[in-house]
């Protein structure tokens, strides 16, 4: 977003080390060997991370890798106090390019060098699915995904029975309703249009997202005139696929994308076609785009978004301590869910450890999938994240054997039997030269799609 800059601290944080597709494996709050092997520590575990540091959403990348290490901090530092030391040995990063082929190659070299037992990927669906089919689930590793919306991942058949991908972001099957309520005027009765088009990344999210919207619209009576794919590689035109979007003369263009395909496609839009009539959903809440294509055509444009209440202790406690110590001054969506993404996979780990575990070469990517519903759903006391004395309240807890219900910055993280949680979805609106939320939908004023 506007204010990418890492403090020199979050420089020294992460050391380079063996390259990995699209990018290189880094390493932040690397674990000394003389700590790791004094006597009575506790087993420390490698928590890893794919993310987009480069590409299509290249932007977002560093915001959500933030996120997870104040989590992998949070429950480090408890874990001195309750365990004695240190859990979580190395956060390991890697470069996914936003592209699944790349995340593939860089979830694979994580799993077979760093022996990951629990990776935290991915923002895109379409690189999610694609690291769970080829490398997580089967070689037994846990999956968490910290912004990963399409519906098929509820279903994905590859999960069905081995149960280990999970998301702390909400389906798009719950963005698509509330879109296609916006769009419909349900929401405000001065927004209202009736003949829509979609264009949409060719991916599980996008295709995921404009199907859920689609269905939703035409069952309130609007009428969708066509859902355009383009491709997942940035395109040096679009002019083809704009053609087919706005040959029948839509009152609204919804862009399903990431941020540079929508900044040419929005650019092509207004130039070639004079159409400038859009809306947005969450890939796209991205000041890049407003800088690209211009506040004078972005200003007053909506989006939707899987969102937070942000009026809970949990995220107002999360805001404060993320935004000081990473010196940014916002952050975009998803970055609530990459924290509990983060924390979750701690607390699993600690139960793991106040189980009786104590050679972390021997946790596996299952023992951490038993826990994880265990320490995030009813029953046991709900305990908010967002803030250390709670995170080692949660680890003390589970150190004298008693059940905790973590409740996330982002919101419940009560996992179903598909590994998905329920948040709220935001409106959202480009605002000179920023993005604010204007309205937020509660999960449960959402209704069937």
């Not at 997870?68 to 470069?95: C, M, S, W, Y």
């Not at 050679?359 to 046991?380: C, F, H, Q, W, Y």
Request: aromatic share 8%; proline share 6%; net charge neutral.
């Amino acid at each position: 977003m506007s204010d990418q800059t890492q403090s020199p601290n979050s420089r020294r944080h992460f050391l380079q080390s063996a390259g990995a597709a699209g990018g290189v494996l880094m390493f932040g709050g690397i674990l000394p060997l003389q700590r790791a092997l004094a006597a009575g520590a506790p087993p420390a575990i490698n928590l890893g991370q794919v993310l987009p540091m480069t590409g299509s959403a290249a932007e977002f990348g560093p915001y959500y890798r933030d996120a997870v290490r104040l989590a992998v901090d949070q429950i480090n530092t408890a874990a001195k106090e309750v365990f004695g030391g240190p859990i979580i040995a190395n956060h390991v990063t890697a470069d996914s390019a936003t592209l699944p082929t790349v995340g593939v190659q860089a979830a694979r070299q994580m799993v077979d060098t760093q022996h990951t037992p629990v990776i935290i990927n991915g923002w895109s669906s379409g690189v999610t699915v694609a690291v769970a089919t080829s490398v997580t689930i089967p070689s037994g590793i846990l999956q968490i995904g910290n912004g990963t919306t399409s519906p098929l991942v509820s279903v994905l058949p590859a999960d069905a029975k081995a149960d280990l991908l999970f998301r702390t972001s909400a389906s798009d099957a719950m963005q698509g309703v509330v879109a296609a309520q916006f769009v419909n005027g349900e929401i405000d009765p001065n927004y209202k249009f009736k003949r829509v088009a979609t264009i949409y990344i060719n991916n599980p999210y996008g295709q995921g997202l404009s199907n859920a919207f689609a269905a939703a619209f035409k069952k309130r009576g609007g009428t969708v005139l066509a859902e355009v794919p383009h491709p997942e590689e940035v395109q040096p035109t679009y002019k083809s696929m704009l053609s087919q979007a706005l040959k029948d003369k839509p009152d609204l263009l919804l862009i399903v994308s990431y941020p540079a395909h929508t900044i040419a496609i929005c650019k092509e839009s207004r130039d070639t076609f004079n159409f400038t009539n859009w809306q947005f959903t969450d890939g796209n809440a991205s000041v890049d785009i407003i800088k690209e294509v211009g506040g004078k055509d972005m200003d007053g444009r909506y989006g939707t978004a899987p969102g937070e209440d942000t009026s809970t202790q949990s995220y107002k406690d999360f805001a404060k301590t993320y935004l000081s110590t990473y010196k940014y001054d916002h952050f975009p969506p998803f970055t609530t869910c990459s924290y509990d993404a983060g924390l979750v996979a701690g607390l699993a780990m600690a139960a793991v450890v106040a189980g009786g575990a104590t050679d972390a070469s021997k946790i596996t990517g299952a023992m951490l999938r038993d826990e994880l519903r265990k320490v995030s759903n009813p029953p046991g006391e709900m305990i908010d994240g967002g803030d250390q004395d709670r995170v080692t309240a949660m680890l003390k807890a589970l150190k004298d054997k008693k059940k905790i219900n973590y409740n996330g910055v982002a919101g419940p993280c009560d996992f179903d039997k598909n590994g998905d949680v329920i948040t709220p979805v935001n409106i959202w609106k480009y605002s000179g030269g920023q993005i604010e939320t204007v309205k937020m939908v509660a999960a449960k004023d959402i209704p069937a799609g």
